[in-house]
């Protein structure tokens, strides 16, 4: 076994990302990369520390052919976990790349689905459209519905696709020989594209509020003009959401092949309490909004329900994990 192999094994059995790694060796995490990518060798200092870190001998470090280590960490678990080769780490990326394309037209059909039924609202409120109430309603809920089921098709079709894969979200693994280093190599290629479409998706999002008070302070006594100008910015905030979708799904591909960030081992030890705790909260949400919604027939403002379940999440999503880290 090579010292990349060994580097690697050493790490994920320790439970460090590269990162912690980097900074246990105060190194950088591109060094620790290298390394484990057969690309460099640390010098005579650093493999001291190496040692020192694991607990292990310097010769079993630098000498192919001992396999065993002299220290006291034991690989008896490390060789039971299922081993992700360059194939299989290759077809992973190919097929989220594609599906994050899919993912993001569904979220943004989901965002559009209730415009129709904000427009045709406020339409069957003036009479010389001659539009009733119910037709109005009818019209809106069959669009919506529609846009909505054509979402849910595109996710369960995704989701197919990607089941094969799922073990790299949940489960601990090892991979081969170069896979980390081609990985980390194209995670590094794409930063710039992440950092990018980030940038263009929150500016699409704050953008989004123009249309709306434009249209209030050109004429705010118009409500068709107000509902339109309302529809234009969910438009703009849905192009926004695509930007995030598309670049945070391919990101994180690169993360649960590096197990980093959110795929970390502590991170993957909680994973079964937060999806759990996602699903019922995300269930409540869309329960609260259907409740408010078909109750009072406020659809024109039952969508800010929505933007507060998205920004509460994340907090509670922190917590979660912060009382993950500190029961561990």
């Given at each position: 076994?090579?010292?990349?192999?060994?580097?690697?094994?050493?790490?994920?059995?320790?439970?460090?990302?590269?990162?912690?790694?980097?900074?246990?060796?105060?190194?950088?995490?591109?060094?620790?990369?290298?390394?484990?990518?057969?690309?460099?060798?640390?010098?005579?200092?650093?493999?001291?520390?190496?040692?020192?870190?694991?607990?292990?001998?310097?010769?079993?470090?630098?000498?192919?052919?001992?396999?065993?280590?002299?220290?006291?960490?034991?690989?008896?678990?490390?060789?039971?976990?299922?081993?992700?080769?360059?194939?299989?780490?290759?077809?992973?990326?190919?097929?989220?790349?594609?599906?994050?394309?899919?993912?993001?037209?569904?979220?943004?059909?989901?965002?559009?689905?209730?415009?129709?039924?904000?427009?045709?609202?406020?339409?069957?409120?003036?009479?010389?459209?001659?539009?009733?109430?119910?037709?109005?309603?009818?019209?809106?809920?069959?669009?919506?519905?529609?846009?909505?089921?054509?979402?849910?098709?595109?996710?369960?079709?995704?989701?197919?696709?990607?089941?094969?894969?799922?073990?790299?979200?949940?489960?601990?693994?090892?991979?081969?020989?170069?896979?980390?280093?081609?990985?980390?190599?194209?995670?590094?290629?794409?930063?710039?594209?992440?950092?990018?479409?980030?940038?263009?998706?929150?500016?699409?999002?704050?953008?989004?509020?123009?249309?709306?008070?434009?249209?209030?302070?050109?004429?705010?006594?118009?409500?068709?003009?107000?509902?339109?100008?309302?529809?234009?910015?969910?438009?703009?905030?849905?192009?926004?959401?695509?930007?995030?979708?598309?670049?945070?799904?391919?990101?994180?591909?690169?993360?649960?092949?590096?197990?980093?960030?959110?795929?970390?081992?502590?991170?993957?030890?909680?994973?079964?309490?937060?999806?759990?705790?996602?699903?019922?909260?995300?269930?409540?949400?869309?329960?609260?909004?259907?409740?408010?919604?078909?109750?009072?027939?406020?659809?024109?403002?039952?969508?800010?329900?929505?933007?507060?379940?998205?920004?509460?999440?994340?907090?509670?999503?922190?917590?979660?994990?912060f009382l993950g880290k500190r029961k561990g």
């Amino acid at each position: 076994m090579i010292f990349a192999d060994k580097l690697i094994q050493l790490r994920k059995k320790a439970g460090w990302s590269q990162e912690e790694l980097a900074e246990q060796m105060n190194v950088t995490r591109q060094s620790v990369s290298k390394w484990e990518g057969a690309q460099s060798v640390p010098d005579l200092g650093k493999m001291i520390r190496l040692s020192e870190l694991f607990n292990v001998s310097t010769d079993y470090l630098l000498k192919d052919e001992i396999e065993d280590v002299g220290g006291s960490i034991s690989f008896d678990e490390a060789s039971t976990l299922r081993r992700v080769s360059m194939e299989e780490a290759n077809a992973f990326l190919s097929v989220k790349a594609m599906t994050s394309k899919s993912i993001a037209l569904g979220t943004f059909l989901c965002i559009l689905s209730p415009i129709c039924l904000l427009i045709l609202g406020i339409v069957s409120e003036i009479p010389e459209y001659g539009l009733t109430d119910n037709m109005a309603g009818g019209i809106g809920m069959i669009i919506l519905l529609t846009l909505v089921t054509i979402a849910v098709a595109i996710f369960i079709s995704s989701d197919r696709k990607t089941a094969a894969f799922n073990y790299l979200e949940k489960e601990v693994f090892e991979t081969e020989y170069g896979v980390s280093g081609m990985v980390a190599e194209r995670k590094a290629q794409y930063n710039r594209t992440y950092t990018r479409n980030n940038i263009i998706g929150t500016s699409f999002c704050i953008m989004a509020l123009i249309p709306f008070f434009g249209g209030a302070m050109f004429n705010d006594e118009n409500e068709l003009l107000l509902t339109i100008m309302l529809c234009v910015s969910i438009v703009l905030v849905g192009i926004g959401v695509v930007f995030f979708v598309r670049s945070g799904i391919v990101w994180a591909s690169y993360e649960k092949l590096l197990q980093e960030g959110d795929y970390s081992k502590v991170k993957k030890e909680n994973q079964s309490v937060i999806t759990a705790i996602s699903g019922v909260y995300w269930l409540i949400a869309t329960a609260i909004y259907l409740g408010y919604s078909l109750s009072t027939n406020n659809w024109k403002y039952s969508w800010i329900i929505w933007v507060i379940a998205g920004v509460i999440f994340p907090a509670i999503i922190i917590i979660v994990d912060f009382l993950g880290k500190r029961k561990g």
